[in-house]
């Protein structure tokens, strides 16, 4: 089965803090993308990956940056978490030239 | 661009009843779609997808979708639900190319009652 995992359920940080929330899949996929999910709005796209070291804007990147060093790591990176950030994150991967993503399990961040 | 737009934000409908969740989609290319769920706490599982060939499409715990070209819909159905059947159903659209992105609906939270 594949599996991506992210690295907390729960997280809670305080205003202006650097989060540093991980993601890993381990079915060598080679794209890999970060939503957020926020009643009513649905999930939004905040970047994705299609290879090592290379990085896509998605719909809301505004505060949030990205590293992809390994394959099957994705790091997503609030630089100064703010209280707006504070939502459901999910991360998911998916094959290249095929377009069903697996999704990991989400990280509820709070940030105080 | 692609849009994908789910017609009702929840829907609750009794045990054993039939269920349809509605989704309209925007473009202006072939595309691809999926049905997402989404129980309490948890990640999103695929439901089922539409890629090419036959356009109703049959997923797991007896749902399905039927593909309308014309109609621009993808409306998901289940003849007899449970209480388990209780989620957040997203329904996504992509673009016919490999290994884009997915856009999402906001969502329709399905409750199923006794």
């Known amino acids: 089965d594949v599996k991506v995992t992210q690295s907390s359920r729960y997280l809670v940080k305080r205003t202006g803090e650097k989060v540093f929330l991980e993601c890993v899949q381990d079915m060598d996929h080679e794209n890999m993308f970060w939503y957020r999910q926020d009643p009513g709005l649905g999930l939004r796209l905040i970047y994705f990956s299609y290879d090592v070291k290379m990085k896509e804007k998605g719909d809301i990147p505004e505060g949030y940056s990205v590293s992809r060093e390994k394959k099957e790591r994705f790091s997503l990176i609030l630089e100064s978490a703010s209280t707006n950030q504070t939502s459901m994150y999910l991360c998911?991967?998916?094959?290249?030239?095929?377009?069903?993503?697996?999704f990991g399990p989400g990280t509820r961040l709070t940030v105080l | 661009a692609q849009s994908v737009t789910q017609l009702d934000s929840q829907v609750p409908v009794f045990e054993e009843a039939p269920v349809e969740l509605r989704c309209n989609y925007s473009s202006s290319v072939s595309v691809y779609l999926f049905w997402y769920v989404q129980y309490p706490n948890q990640g999103l599982q695929l439901l089922l997808k539409?890629?090419?060939?036959?356009?109703l499409v049959k997923g797991i715990n007896g749902f399905e979708a039927e593909f309308n070209k014309s109609q621009t819909s993808f409306h998901l159905r289940k003849p007899s639900v449970h209480i388990s059947d209780t989620a957040e159903y997203f329904c996504?659209?992509?673009?016919?190319?490999?290994?884009?992105?997915?856009?999402f609906g906001k969502g329709t939270t399905l409750s199923v009652s006794s």
């Open positions: 998911a991967s998916s094959f290249r030239g095929y377009n069903e993503q697996f």
């Open positions: 996504a659209v992509s673009v016919n190319q490999a290994g884009t992105a997915l856009i």
């Open positions: 539409y890629l090419s060939g036959s356009t």
